[in-house]
């Protein structure tokens, strides 16, 4: 019984695991930045590195005509 007890808790914490990974590559909507000093490109990933240096007040919804940052690409 402590077996099957302690079986179950690694398979949930596996499961957890692998939720908590997707949620942290999420695709969302695109967004670029209205900056004139930021690079040309928009983002689709709600962990992109560059995206997330955005400030809220500079991020504008759309691509803006922009091509994709080279990371939110190879994320997929």
Known sequence: MTVV???LRI???S???TTDDRRAT????AYHSSSQS???VHHD???CPTGQQIP???KVSGTG?????KQCRDKG
Do not use: E, I, L, Q
């Not at 005509?65 to 940052?69: A, D, H, N, Q, S």
């Open 15 to 17: 499961a957890t695991n």
């Open 45 to 47: 990933h709600n962990d």
């Open 5 to 7: 007890v302690s079986s």
């Open 56 to 58: 809220a007040y500079n």
């Open 65 to 69: 005509g922009f091509p994709r940052c």
């Open 26 to 29: 999420m695709k969302v909507s």
């Open 38 to 40: 930021d690079p040309d």
């Open 11 to 13: 398979v949930v914490t």
